[in-house]
């Protein structure tokens, strides 16, 4: 029989997609707030081409940039930040309609995830509605795809912040 331990660490996690580049230093500044430093961010990518799923309700240009954060957190209460991020969400809305999306997740020495409020085959339910979809496996010294891996976290860019993030959390847990 295997012991119960301490739930794993890892570095919290924010992909954030908006419809007007100025509210990126607004949300940036209320995560580090809330949650701690930027460790690691990309640039400001361009989205809209990327996907229409957001465009009805956000728009036609949108930009989308990643963030991995610092300190070191526990695994223990993870699907705490979806609800948080629905609620930033829900601040920034007009009219029913967003103007940020916010997808928060954690990556581990050996995955990482994505936390949604949708279920589906290949997501784990965790609480209080939140699942979370395990994204990419780190496996052979690489993170590695799965077939249900969203185009932009197979990205150079995304993928180099993942493993910087990676370096950083296995370097200091």
Do not use: C
């Not at 963030?67 to 009219?95: C, G």
């Amino acid at each position: 029989m295997g012991k119960i331990l301490k739930a794993p660490f890892g570095l919290l996690f924010f992909a954030i997609t908006v419809n007007d580049k100025n509210l990126f230093k607004i949300i940036e500044k209320i995560i580090t707030k809330k949650y701690g430093n930027i460790l690691f961010e990309s640039e400001i990518l361009n989205f809209d081409e990327k996907t229409n799923y957001y465009k009805k309700e956000m728009g036609e240009k949108l930009w989308k940039k990643y963030y991995s954060l610092e300190p070191i957190i526990s695994l223990e209460n993870i699907f705490q930040y979806k609800h948080d991020s629905n609620e930033l969400e829900d601040q920034f809305s007009n009219d029913n309609k967003r103007n940020v999306n916010i997808d928060p997740g954690y990556i581990t020495l050996f995955n990482f995830s994505l936390l949604t409020t949708k279920g589906y085959s290949h997501r784990i339910y965790l609480e209080k509605g939140i699942y979370s979809e395990i994204t990419l496996i780190y496996k052979n010294k690489k993170y590695e795809y799965l077939p249900w891996t969203y185009p932009d976290y197979k990205s150079d860019d995304v993928l180099k912040l993942l493993e910087k993030s990676r370096i950083f959390l296995k370097n200091n847990i």
